[in-house]
């Protein structure tokens, strides 16, 4: 599988010179590939977008707002959207028109490092720049040094036409973007940002809808009541599209059970009657998987609404645990009436998470209650 860093490779460095050269016949390209292709192959995926923003300093005008008509003139036609209102991808036919795509995030950090002086002009090239990849990275600096200034401007682009710019309007200012700086006046109070995402959370875009639900579920992790009472007021009589988008918002505090969350979403009893989970090893190794089963039988008169999720309690490096949340089941149990449901849970270790051997626990966690569990020994 080709390494995720090599999308920043000496093809894209050719394709920026050869568009900024066109646009600017006087622009050093030769200068600026030397400088953005050195090492090139030994850096990490961000190290790269860094060393191509500092070949941009280095060779592109001195003068912002000169520098910043320059790379909005190199740009490819906006990212075209689906009928969801998704990215639909570039075809070579536009990328041929112009720059796009990963280079951009390399331009982005250009505006953010030049352009402070001027942040009217920045983020105006940042609308542009936003369109042809996103400027969800670039836009922080701005609103963590100038917030006035720029929450002011983005205001004005929640009815902007392009859904890469509504967009924008929600995922730049996230409290707690990854990758992202973190915008810590916003992780202490959200307030300037509401307004912002109640005017999008019934845009027709997919694309921004998904952004408001992570914008909400980042403020559940330092404002869960606020989260817990934005779904009481904004589910009821709620469209199809905006329910999955609270849904979403609220899928952190539902795994962690959080009680005025479940209680909104009217999962406040946990299970009324009985479950087994049985796995399908008692020992599994490091790289495999192992398999759940869960039993469920109704001591209740009625139909219970159900949200299931397990815990996996991961051994550390020092022999303690640590639970991790999974999603599992929302499923509709019968009055009186007993359901089995299954999966298979991966052991392979993944980039934020390391595996050790020992002794783990999975735990069965019904509307935010623990019901059943079961152990297995993990090996190497």
């Known amino acids: ?9 000496a093809g894209t460095v050719q394709r920026a010179g050869q568009h900024l050269q066109r646009v600017w016949p006087a622009f050093d390209r030769q200068g600026f590939e030397h400088r953005a292709t050195h090492g090139l192959d030994t850096l990490e995926f961000k190290a790269r977008a860094m060393q191509l923003a500092e070949a941009l300093q280095a060779t592109l ?7 910043a008509s320059l790379l909005e003139a190199s740009l490819a036609p906006p990212i075209p959207l689906d009928a969801q209102g998704e990215p639909a991808g570039l075809s070579a036919a536009q990328s041929e028109l112009g720059l796009s795509g990963w280079v951009v995030w390399s331009m982005g950090e250009f505006v953010a490092r030049q352009g402070m002086g001027d942040v009217a002009r920045a983020l105006q090239c940042l609308h542009a720049l936003t ?30 036409p392009s859904a890469h710019v509504r967009r924008l309007v929600s995922e730049g200012s996230r409290p707690r973007l990854p990758w992202g700086l973190r915008l810590q006046a916003l992780v202490a109070d959200p307030a300037p940002t509401l307004p912002l995402l109640l005017a999008l959370q ?12 992570n914008h909400l579920n980042d403020i559940a992790k330092d404002h869960p009541d ?37 209680t909104a979403w009217g999962l406040e009893h946990g299970l009324k009657g009985d479950a087994v989970l049985t796995l399908t090893a008692t020992e599994a190794r490091v790289g495999g998987d192992i398999g759940l089963a869960l039993r469920l039988r109704s001591r209740s008169r009625q139909p219970q609404t159900l949200v299931i999720d397990y815990v996996v309690h991961h051994v550390r490096a020092n022999g303690s645990t640590s639970p991790k949340v999974f999603k599992g089941w929302k499923t509709e149990l019968d009055a009186h009436g007993e359901h ?33 569990g079961a152990d297995f020994e993990l090996l190497p």
């Not at 005008?61 to 520098?67: E, K, L, N, S």
């Not at 369109?131 to 682009?157: K, Y």
């Not at 019934?202 to 639900?213: L, Q």
Request: net charge positive; hydrophobic share 35%; charged share 20%.
């Open 1 to 9: 599988m080709e390494p995720f860093k090599n999308l920043i490779n």
């Open 61 to 67: 005008p001195t003068d912002f707002g000169d520098a």
């Open 131 to 160: 369109q042809r990849f996103s400027a969800e990275f670039a836009i922080r600096p701005f609103i963590q040094q100038h917030p006035e200034t720029s929450l002011a401007t983005i205001r004005t682009w929640v009815d902007d």
């Open 202 to 213: 019934d845009d027709p875009s997919a694309y921004v809808r998904r952004s408001v639900a």
């Open 226 to 262: 606020l989260v817990a009472q934005w779904v009481r007021e904004h589910l009821p009589a709620a469209s199809p599209q905006r329910s999955a988008l609270l849904r979403h918002a609220s899928r952190s505090l539902v795994k962690q059970g959080h009680a005025p969350t479940l």
């Open 340 to 372: 089995t449901l299954s999966k298979r849970h991966s052991l392979r270790p993944v980039t934020t998470r390391t595996l050790y051997p020992g002794p783990h626990r999975i735990e069965i966690q019904v509307n935010g209650k623990v019901c059943a």
